[in-house]
């Protein structure tokens, strides 16, 4: 009975999204993802991204416009490419918010015991050329290493104005429910951002994790929104084995979407958009920022990233479109069904 209950709610906020609610189609903020920065984008590429973003995403509510990097990203050259950057044009890093994150991969040789993230923190400080950061996220869970221990940590970093807001990725809701009633009862920063896997074909976040979200007052950004270049289209078949781009030799992104379920459905996506002329791109991102179930104005945001000028102005563009025919969003609903089964879990244990 419940699950038939969540389902019917689930359809009910679609519904509301898709016919623009009572207040009109939500406008979700838009968030410049920072991953291939030092790696398939170069220093001019970098900085032509960078200031093409911040003069024509600024808004009359916000001055400024946020981007997204992480210690992990490109092994650090990320954000030391960022903090050179900004270090030569200081009036380009007044407009960004910053984000990044501490993390506890192995393959780093990182975890989140106290001393890992106060010496994360400070690299990413120093690579930043920054006294502190605007949000500062807890990566993914480190099971190794009591929670209440990294929270202690991060608080000590808060107090010491390292960072302005806590973030949360790739965190269970039960997780994040249990983190924030930690940090409430001991009077410590609450997180506030929670960052996740979410698109038009990968929605398990919108089961538990949003309802548990909106009830602790914490916004979502959404990365993946186009699950690493899969809801392009320009992948057609499982057994093509990828030449370029995120899933060349990258054994978690073809584990994540490299799946039969998910050639299959985006064929019946491929078929829509085909017959209304619309992009399977454009109409990904779309999917996102009108018919979703994230909350629009100062709310939630979605990560965009891009190997090119000419990808981030695309997306940009498609993702400030309007909504979609119902065909396309019908269409999505069907390859959701088909791709269910093989979903990747929203949470890393």
Not at 48 to 74: C, H, I, P, W
Not at 118 to 123: D, L
Not at 130 to 153: G, K, N, V
Request: charged letters at 20%; glycine letters at 10%; a neutral charge.
């Amino acid at each position: 009975f419940g699950s038939a209950r969540s389902a019917s709610r689930l359809h009910d906020l679609r519904t509301m999204a898709a016919s623009g609610g009572a207040g009109g189609a939500p406008h979700v903020r838009i968030i410049l993802g920072t991953m291939t920065f030092a790696g398939q984008v170069d220093k001019a590429g970098t900085l032509k991204q960078l200031t093409s973003f911040a003069e024509g995403n600024a808004s009359e509510r916000r001055d400024r416009v946020e981007l997204d990097t992480a210690r992990m990203y490109n092994h650090g050259k990320t954000e030391e490419l960022l903090g050179e950057i900004f270090g030569e044009a200081p009036e380009l890093r007044a407009r960004y918010i910053t984000a990044t994150k501490v993390n506890p991969f192995k393959g780093f040789n990182e975890t989140l015991t106290p001393e890992s993230v106060r010496a994360q923190s400070a690299a990413c400080l120093e690579a930043l050329g920054a006294d502190s950061t605007d949000i500062l996220y807890l990566h993914a869970p480190d099971i190794d290493t009591p929670i209440e221990r990294t929270l202690e940590a991060m608080q000590g970093l808060y107090e010491a104005g390292k960072f302005r807001e806590l973030g949360l990725s790739n965190y269970s809701a039960w997780e994040t429910a249990h983190i924030w009633h930690i940090c409430k009862a001991r009077g410590w920063v609450l997180p506030t951002v929670y960052q996740g896997m979410y698109n038009a074909i990968t929605r398990q976040v919108e089961t538990e994790l949003f309802p548990c979200l909106k009830a602790l007052g914490i916004r979502f950004y959404a990365y993946n929104p186009l699950g690493g270049g899969m809801l392009t289209g320009k992948h057609r078949a499982v057994s093509d084995a990828p030449t370029a781009g995120r899933f060349k030799d990258n054994k978690m992104y073809q584990d994540r979407y490299w799946q039969p379920a998910f050639f299959e459905a985006l064929e019946v996506v491929r078929t829509a958009c085909d017959a209304e002329g619309v992009t399977m791109a454009e109409a990904a991102l779309r999917w996102l920022a009108h018919h979703s179930l994230m909350r629009g104005g100062d709310n939630d945001g979605i990560i965009i990233g891009a190997s090119s000028q000419s990808h981030l102005d695309g997306n940009l563009a498609a993702a400030q479109g309007g909504p979609l025919p119902a065909a396309i969003r019908d269409a999505y609903d069907a390859a959701w069904e088909i791709a269910r089964p093989s979903c990747p879990k929203y949470f890393r244990p």
